[in-house]
């Protein structure tokens, strides 16, 4: 049997391997993921202009060397949009390994965007309660609010570039009573999502591999 090809385009630099590979665990052997970059042809200086004007939404992703970037929407859309175009043609749906919210991008191939995603997951099933929201940067909290605006949410910074034990940032959510927790970006992982369950005994929803087994649906 011919293997699909599915798309995953990270905001920062390809290859992701701190993270496709966990995405590969649950698709298995019947899918091939295509990796690119939005960030890939560009060099340091050029990321560096990519830093968000003040008050501008703030993405955080991984760099090839496993630092990390921080750069305004606006800057970066343009360069996802130009790796889609890349790899539509070689794939039967392509994923955006963010899970920011991108309005102005299009391709021919359907788009699975994670934030899409964990919001119809959490509004239809933790809707009338406390849910704990996990992100990188303290900058982000703000747009953090009025992503989940409508929603109980009580958010906190743990950047999963960094050796921080997320487990210790997420005790903080304990007084809060929360009664699920999100992970909200591609780059935190596996073990993160057990740190965060150990400490808090509540359901932690994780992006990369919750949408990876929607692609898997629609191949």
Known sequence: MKKSNIG??????????????????VIGNQFSLIEAGALDDLSSSEILELYPDK???????RLRDGSYATMGKSKVEPLLQEKIDQLSSRVEV?????????EKLS???PIIYPDKILD???????????????????????SMLEKWHGCNVCVIASNPYTEMDIGDAVASLKSEDVQCV?????GYNEK????????????VLLPRTLVARVAMEVC
């Open 8 to 25: 995953v385009i990270t905001i920062g630099q390809s290859p992701r391997i701190d993270l496709v590979p966990e995405m590969e665990k």
């Open 55 to 61: 008050g501008e939404t703030t993405y955080v992703s």
């Open 94 to 102: 392509i994923i955006i390994l963010c899970t920011g919210t991108f």
């Open 107 to 109: 391709c021919d191939k």
């Open 120 to 142: 119809g997951v959490v509004r239809s099933l933790f809707n009338n309660q406390k849910i704990g929201i996990v992100i990188p940067i303290e900058d982000q909290k703000q």
């Open 182 to 186: 999100v992970l909200d970006c591609m």
């Open 192 to 203: 993160h999502k057990q740190q965060a369950i150990s400490t808090l005994g509540v359901p």
